[in-house]
């Protein structure tokens, strides 16, 4: 299925041209699912996720070689679009636009690109904030940055992952780890989204892919300090903060053990939804047909979470 940044694209489009619509961030040690997380699933790829890195060439073989200036890269793309639209006329395959797309967009991006990750002009203090350059908040502290400088130009939605929090094991010391390594710079982008004034239409959501057992998971009876906890899908939070939230507040509630949901439960199609309605939707309109049906991104459920709304 495609995932909630090509949703969002799809809808919404760009106000950059000069950078993708869905741009993917990523630190930590590998994230699980890999290209999944970010796939534009039966929607055109153009609407997929593209990765970034947080030093060098944001992507890879962006620069040109050695022999290749602007004028023969523009020469030669233009050679390619031509020859891809003759064959797009003869078969009417509509992957053969987006990929007429990402060789334009990349062209754009040679120069827009090095320009996005060059921190030369951010102020020392706004640097500090981040902890850009310190540890260890260093490489998460730069995509956090990152992130702030592509909403100022106009990139719609940005995924930034962290990896790993599947803290089976040696959960005392690994989630401090992670912790250290996030707090500092969520913090950052929050205060300078708000500094700038970009927090009011920028939506921040804070979350993983589900929450973790409230009893110990012990794989080595052995070491002591071993002990983790495993998947739990019942009951976990998320935050959410800018764009249309109230802040301040706590919805919901778990049992006193924090194993199951006993009050004001917000189901994953009800977050979705009300996320929508943040960026301008409405979830059961956004659709695209696939396979004989329309489909959405809420599927056939989800209902807005008023109480989350300003």
């Not at 979705?272 to 004989?292: N, P, S, V, W, Y």
Request: charged share 25%; proline share 5%.
């Amino acid at each position: 299925r495609p995932t909630l940044g090509a949703w969002t694209v799809y809808g919404l489009g760009s106000e950059s041209r000069n950078l993708p619509g869905f741009v993917v961030l990523t630190s930590g040690a590998g994230t699980s699912g890999g290209a999944t997380n970010f796939s534009s699933g039966f929607l055109p790829s153009s609407f997929q996720g593209t990765p970034f890195r947080s030093s060098g060439d944001p992507i890879l073989y962006l620069s040109n070689p050695e022999g290749i200036d602007p004028n023969k890269q523009r020469a030669t793309i233009d050679a390619i679009r031509k020859m891809n639209e003759h064959h797009q006329a003869r078969t009417g395959d509509v992957e053969i636009a987006s990929r007429v797309n990402s060789y334009e967009l990349a062209f754009r991006m040679q120069m827009a690109a090095p320009e996005l990750v060059d921190f030369s002009k951010e102020k020392p203090e706004t640097l500090e904030l981040y902890g850009v350059g310190k540890e260890p908040t260093d490489q998460f502290a730069r995509n956090c940055l990152l992130a702030r400088r592509m909403v100022e130009r106009g990139v719609r939605f940005i995924q930034i992952m962290h990896a790993s929090w599947d803290d089976h094991t040696k959960l005392n010391r690994n989630l401090k780890k992670n912790c250290d390594i996030t707090d500092r710079p969520t913090g950052a982008l929050i205060a300078d989204l708000k500094r700038l004034g970009l927090l009011d239409s920028t939506l921040i959501v804070w979350g993983g892919e589900f929450g973790r057992t409230p009893m110990q998971e012990v794989r080595d009876t052995k070491d002591p300090d071993g002990a983790g906890r495993d998947h739990h899908p019942n009951a976990y939070s998320m935050w959410l903060a800018g764009g249309g939230i109230r802040g301040g507040q706590v919805i919901g509630a778990t049992d006193e053990l924090g194993f199951n949901i006993t009050r004001d439960k917000v189901h994953i199609h009800d977050l979705q939804a009300t996320i929508m309605h943040c960026l301008g939707f409405d979830h059961e309109k956004l659709t695209f047909r696939h396979m004989g049906r329309d489909f959405r991104l809420t599927d056939v459920e989800g209902k807005i979470v008023h109480q989350m709304l300003t």
